[in-house]
């Protein structure tokens, strides 16, 4: 069994939509809880990051972290088909430096 | 502020051949990690380097080395190709400062082909 557990989709909603994308780990010293947006032919991009558990809004983006089940999500308001992209999950240790163990992806489609 | 720079973008190699990849991380950037990214198994870590020094290292086999020089900038080398090791090579760089694990700056990678 993966550390990190990611439906892969693909994921395809209307454009205006609220997109849920989550995960599940079975790590309890995860304490950094990332997501990356990855579009086709390129590297992942940063695009939340939360220490420890809460919820974390940026924008159309809000970021929530619950230790206690093990599970992460990453909602999309007003989704756009700019939104259209693989969604990757990431999460490390403290003293792990900059080894992340990241979920497989949930590949995304909005459609206009 | 320029991003990270990996070279070459795309090769095509042969099996039992060797092959190296550059990675420039961004300016002010002590860290740098690789990650291979295949369909089935997603992004997996390699390793990273921290001021010319390994800090931490994934489970691949010895074939799989690195090294980084006194400007940051870092390689990676696969010796004796296999098939499976067709992929996209990812180059992260990052502060490397203690309590910013995973906040991670990627190249657009290096795709590989083995033949």
């Known amino acids: 069994q993966k550390e990190v557990e990611q439906d892969p989709g693909p994921l395809s909603v209307p454009e205006g939509a609220i997109v849920s994308l989550n995960c599940t780990y079975s790590?309890?010293?995860?304490?950094?809880f990332m997501w990356y947006r990855q579009y086709s032919r390129k590297g992942p991009e940063l695009l939340m990051y939360t220490y420890s558990s809460g919820n974390k809004e940026d924008g159309r983006f809000t970021a929530q972290v619950d230790k206690s089940s093990k599970y992460i999500s990453l909602f999309i308001r007003d989704s756009q088909p700019s939104d259209s992209a693989t969604y990757l999950c990431?999460?490390?240790?403290?003293?792990?430096?900059?080894?992340?163990?990241f979920g497989t992806g949930t590949k995304l489609q909005v459609i206009p | 502020k320029a991003g990270v720079t990996q070279t070459p973008r795309y090769l095509i190699k042969t099996r039992g051949q060797q092959v190296t990849l550059s990675c420039s991380p961004i300016?002010?950037?002590?860290?740098v990690s690789w990650y291979q990214q295949t369909p089935g198994q997603g992004l997996q870590f390699l390793f990273e380097y921290f001021s010319e020094t390994q800090r931490n290292k994934g489970n691949f086999p010895g074939r799989f080395s690195g090294r980084q020089f006194s400007n940051s900038r870092s390689e990676m080398n696969v010796s004796t190709l296999e098939l499976g090791d067709s992929a996209l090579y990812l180059c992260?760089?990052?502060?490397?400062?203690?309590?910013?694990?995973?906040?991670?700056?990627f190249g657009e990678g290096s795709r590989l082909t083995v033949l």
């Open positions: 992260a760089s990052s502060s490397g400062l203690a309590g910013y694990g995973g906040e991670l700056f």
């Open positions: 990431a999460m490390s240790e403290p003293g792990g430096y900059q080894k992340v163990t």
């Open positions: 300016s002010g950037h002590r860290s």
């Open positions: 790590n309890s010293a995860f304490q950094y």
